[in-house]
């Protein structure tokens, strides 16, 4: 199999993620740190934004349109209710995980060192997003998941 440790990490984040959202309401999903920051909302957007990065590095369809910029690194900030339904945030998630695992398990990286690095940097970046979920989750009320 190639790309394993890229692979572990991108499982392990998935798995993290939906413990950390799960019975996370739309409303709790849109709740900010008191000091600034970005809601689970947000945060989940983005993930399935940059993951869209990784999929077109190794030869997949994107799975965002341009209903989804406000997730988008950089972007301006938009209210509240411009921001997606949480649940199908989580649903576009989960499904696009099969898909990408599958795909870099037969995709050989090795020979081409831009887009291993890309890929990499991706997975690791997606694991520092997975940890604020903890965080945000305990901030919006709920026990943390991860034990």
Not at 5 to 11: A, G, K
Not at 23 to 32: A, K
Not at 74 to 87: C, I, R, Y
């Amino acid at each position: 199999m190639h790309n394993y440790e890229t692979l572990i990490v991108l499982q392990s984040s998935h798995m993290v993620l939906n413990r950390n959202l799960k019975d996370i309401s739309h409303p709790e999903s849109l709740v900010t740190p008191a000091q600034g920051g970005n809601s689970i909302n947000w945060i989940l957007g983005h993930i399935i934004v940059s993951r869209d990065d990784i999929r077109k590095l190794i030869g997949l369809d994107k799975l965002c349109g341009d209903d989804m910029k406000m997730y988008q690194r950089g972007a301006e900030a938009v209210s509240t209710d411009k921001l997606m339904d949480f649940s199908k945030l989580l649903e576009m998630f989960n499904t696009g995980q099969n898909l990408l695992v599958d795909k870099l398990k037969e995709t050989d990286l090795r020979g081409d060192n831009e887009k291993f690095r890309m890929v990499t940097f991706l997975a690791f970046h997606e694991a520092y997003h997975a940890g604020q979920t903890g965080i945000l989750r305990r901030i919006i009320g709920k026990e943390g998941a991860i034990k």
